[in-house]
Structure formats: C-alpha cells, structure tokens
C-alpha cells in the first residue's frame, strides 16, 4: 500500500490566489482528516469526513476554507482566496479502526 | 470536548539514560491514546498507542502507561539514541473520531 497520498507537497502562491490541496486515503479506510500545522498553533484539526460525509467542521478557520470528499478515494481542501496567516504545512490523515496515519504534508506559502 | 496537556515542552537527556513524557486528558469517556513521533521536516508516524482496557503497553525500548483514574498517560523511552531526537505528540480520543492531540515535547538526545 502507498500510504496516504498528497499533491501538491509544495506550494507556493501570491495573495488572493486559490490553493487546492490533494489527498488521496489509504484504500479502505472510512476516516479522513484534513490538520494544518504551525509553529504557533501546533497540530490543528481542520475538518474530518466518516465514509465521505463531513462529521465536524468547527476547526474550519473562515469561510475561505472549504472541503470536499467527493468519493472514498479523493478529498480536496481549498483556500480562496489565500492570504499569507494561510501558510503552513497541511496533513491529510486516515483511519480505519483506530490507528491514524499521515500522509507526507503539503507545504504551503502565501506571500 | 477533550483538553490534552502535555509536559514537558522540551526534553534534553544523554544518550543510553531514559525519557519520559506525560500527558494528561479531560474527557474520561477517552478510551484511546496514541503517540506520534515526528522527525524535521516529516510526517507524523504513529509508534505506538494504548487503550483503555489495558494499564501497559511495550514495544522494544518504547512503552506507555496510563492511569485512567488519574486521566494521565506516560511515553517511556529506555536506551535513547540520537535517531530518537524528534517532536512527540500524544493525543486522546472517546471512540473512533478525531484525535485531541497534545503540544508535543521537542526531545533531544545528545550523544
């Protein structure tokens, strides 16, 4: 298995640009995550999905922040439009039971 | 929800001593807590997770204890080597949802 997938690993944008962030799960888990990571703020859940439907969204920083899941094989997070507070590094994670595993990160700088 | 506190911030032993991280947690319906390890500029990787039903649990030079009437858990590292330099997370979960996840503890193992 190739593990959690995630496009792109960086990203670099100006200002006001729409970002979309990748993810493709682990092939049978139910669970997805979408954490944004900062030196400040640590490790932030975003938004996570059970079987492609949005569970809880209230980590969700504005109204520029959207998520999508459109099958058990691919969900999306997009930013528009971005401002440089938006820069990070964003996981997608996955969960079958109870284990959680990370896919690799996407590094995202908005000047 | 659940608050995870973890302490200590940072951590700095010898190589070959032990180090120990704990982690305290508000939610007592909890029932499973992992511990991520995440080297620079990595993903987090689960290494090891325990749950409520058990006290103790080892892998090698890694365990981790908890206490649920305490709500506290330990990560125990015996024999540590440089490779064991990273950010530790904990984190705590009722069920199978999101994880609550802990500051984290910058260890450094100095050889």
């Known amino acids: 298995d190739a593990g959690v997938i995630q496009s792109p690993r960086h990203e670099v944008t100006e200002m006001g640009q729409e970002v979309t962030l990748r993810c493709k799960p682990i092939s049978g888990h139910d669970y997805l995550f979408w954490y944004r990571q900062t030196m400040m703020r640590g490790l932030e859940l975003l938004i996570y999905f059970n079987n492609n439907v949005p569970i809880d969204d209230s980590g969700m920083p504005e109204d520029r922040f959207s998520a999508k899941m459109p099958n058990a094989s691919f969900s999306t997070l997009k930013i528009q439009p971005s401002e440089p507070r938006d820069s990070a590094v964003y996981f997608c994670a996955t969960q079958r039971g109870y284990e959680q595993y990370f896919g690799p990160g996407t590094r995202l700088t908005v000047t | 929800g659940e608050n995870v506190e973890q302490h200590p911030s940072t951590l700095s032993v010898q190589e070959g001593d032990s180090a120990v991280i704990k982690c305290t947690y508000s939610?007592?319906?909890?029932?499973?807590f992992p511990w991520y390890k995440q080297e620079l500029g990595k993903r987090p990787q689960l290494i090891i997770d325990?749950?409520?039903?058990?006290g103790e649990k080892k892998d090698q030079r890694i365990a981790v204890t908890l206490n649920k009437t305490a709500k506290h858990f330990s990560l125990h590292i015996t024999e540590t080597q440089p490779e064991d330099s990273a950010v530790y997370f904990c984190?705590?979960?009722?069920?199978?949802?999101?994880?609550?996840f802990g500051s984290g503890t910058r260890l450094q193992v100095q050889p």
């Open positions: 325990i749950r409520s039903n058990v």
């Open positions: 984190a705590a979960t009722p069920g199978r949802r999101a994880l609550t």
């Open positions: 939610d007592s319906a909890s029932n499973y």
